[in-house]
Nanobody
């Protein structure tokens, strides 16, 4: 059993920063990749950023320069650093991971429960 738990969301003023964390726990052999997504009120969930097991990163072009994805392999935690936040960044943020639980098994995709980010003065 694998669990993903996001944390670090909250209320922040425009121009501020937040760092979200996505911690994977349970039976984990390998994490193939982790991505962040967000869903604003009344909108569809959208891709934000991703990082592979080889540390290759990708951030959606509109957020590049403000959002950075990174990971700590030892703790199975992936981070999303968000700077210069604006009201348009208000959303629920979710992490998604492709994980192999046991060597030889097929990878499975998991979602976290989400963490809320509100940017407001």
């Amino acid at each position: 059993q694998v669990q993903l738990v996001e944390s670090g969301g909250g209320l922040v003023q425009p121009g501020g920063s937040l760092r979200l964390s996505c911690a994977a726990s349970g039976t984990i052999f390998k994490i193939n990749g982790v991505s962040w997504h967000r869903q604003a009120p009344g909108k569809e969930r959208e891709f934000v950023a991703a990082i592979t097991s080889a540390n290759t990163t990708r951030v959606v072009s509109a957020l590049r320069g403000r959002f950075t994805i990174s990971r700590d392999v030892a703790s199975n935690t992936t981070f999303l650093q968000m700077d210069s936040l604006g009201p348009e960044d208000t959303a629920d943020y979710y992490c998604n991971a492709v994980i192999v639980s046991t060597k030889g098994e097929a990878p499975q995709r998991y979602w976290g429960q989400g963490t809320q980010v509100t940017v407001s003065s």
